[in-house]
DNA sequence: CGATTGTTAGAGTAATTACTCTAGGTGTCA
DNA sequence: TGACACCTAGAGTAATTACTCTAACAATCG
């Protein structure tokens, strides 16, 4: 059986992605896993830290699959591979980016450590894709290849938010919620699009085929 | 002399957007203004009221100049000042971006209006997209020009987001302000770049040199 | 003048909520 | 057995905060 401490770190997770970080409180959580306030507070100082602690593993995941591999090229399947990892973490962390913007203002430690996890990240990102290039998988120039990884980062970082904001949390079953990660991996291979070569190029329909479920539009999706 | 009721709305508006919503209460609001609390619920019923009246004022603005001229064809002109008049709005308003999740969490009629706002914006979006193509300015199918306009739309919403992620509010100043705007307009023109085609592709160059302030890179910016 | 309407002050309250404190259980090892 | 570390309960508190209530001021109009 898995300890108190990690049973509190799922149920806050769950319940952070459910409702919002800000709606739930401590006794919330201790309540949900019929433990006292008390007890929760024997784990941890306080509130900040748990989000701290659920940050701490999201960037743990995110840094250990955002490698460049050793000793060979880079080929497509990475790139996908590459996309299915990140926003698959994104969605399983998504109260953070949800709430980004008020959790780094009440803690200035945490956009420290925010703003270092981007720039390390971005920083493998330009690997992955200077690798793909050197690959012959993609072309751009230096310029070019900044300004794609930037808006890569936003649109990835801002993808759950953006999909919260237009379905309400009841219509977010798992089926929905799964077309709708890969609609955001489908999204992102549109940005990309214009610059693959190659093989990449060449399975750009079948990706594309793959990740946009159904015939529905990303809009239609979600105004349904 | 302006209205009280105005005053609260700007005062709120310049609070929110410095320190964020939910740290802004509505007794700072009075305290700034110099009004009692009182004074201040006599106006407003309650706080949501003021995002509220915030979020019209916001939507009225966007919903005016997002507009297909009548009777002439798209230039490349008008391109750049959508853009402008976009990200300027969305700057003005950003609080509301930053903390877009929990206030939609916290307000389900605020979440059926900004709905309603994206899906008759992204309506709007591509409405001009299409008038830009018959224009000759840009060139998509009709599935490249929907996922692009998805992807703009994000990367629109979410720039002042990333931005305040990444610099901390005491770092902004309103000349950083202006050079993170303009970048994000820069960021924008990128994502369209693959796509544009006569004379708006003549003027690319000159474009991103014009929204790429000096010779800095958008991650320079943010990280210095 | 008196009455009415719109506006303001400011003390106060009810509810929320993050967090504390004390006391007591439970398993383990000497 | 007893001691010790770990874990848990749950009542309680201090602080915050959205919001209310009453009284009064000010301008306008009859």
């Not at 973490?89 to 980004?100: G, P, S, V, Y």
């Not at 072309?139 to 936003?154: C, F, I, K, Q, Y």
């Not at 798992?174 to 077309?179: A, F």
């Amino acid at each position: 059986m898995t300890s108190t401490r990690e049973r509190i770190l799922d149920t806050a997770l769950a319940l952070f992605n459910r409702h919002g970080e800000r709606r739930v409180t401590t006794n919330h959580i201790a309540a949900e896993l019929a433990i006292s306030p008390g007890n929760l507070y024997y784990h941890f100082r306080n509130k900040t830290e748990i989000v701290s602690e659920l940050f701490r593993r999201y960037e743990a995941r995110v840094e250990a699959f955002l490698q460049v591999p050793v000793g060979r090229a880079l080929t497509w399947q990475d790139k996908v591979a590459y996309l299915e990892a990140i926003l698959q973490n994104m969605w399983q962390a998504r109260f953070f980016h949800r709430e980004l913007g008020h959790l780094l203002d009440a803690d200035e430690h945490l956009r420290r450590r925010y703003a270092d996890f981007a720039r390390r990240s971005l920083d493998q990102g330009l690997q992955v894709y200077c690798g793909l290039r050197h690959a012959g998988l993609l072309e751009a120039t230096d310029e070019e290849l900044e300004s794609l990884l930037v808006n890569t980062w936003v649109l990835i970082a801002s993808w759950t938010g953006f999909v919260h904001a237009l379905v309400p949390g009841e219509r977010l079953d798992e089926e929905l919620d799964r077309t709708l990660l890969r609609q955001g991996i489908y999204q992102i291979i549109c940005l990309e699009a214009p610059y693959l070569r190659g093989e990449a190029l060449e399975h750009l329909d079948t990706m594309k085929d793959a990740y946009r479920q159904g015939s529905h539009s990303t809009l239609e999706l979600l105004f349904e």
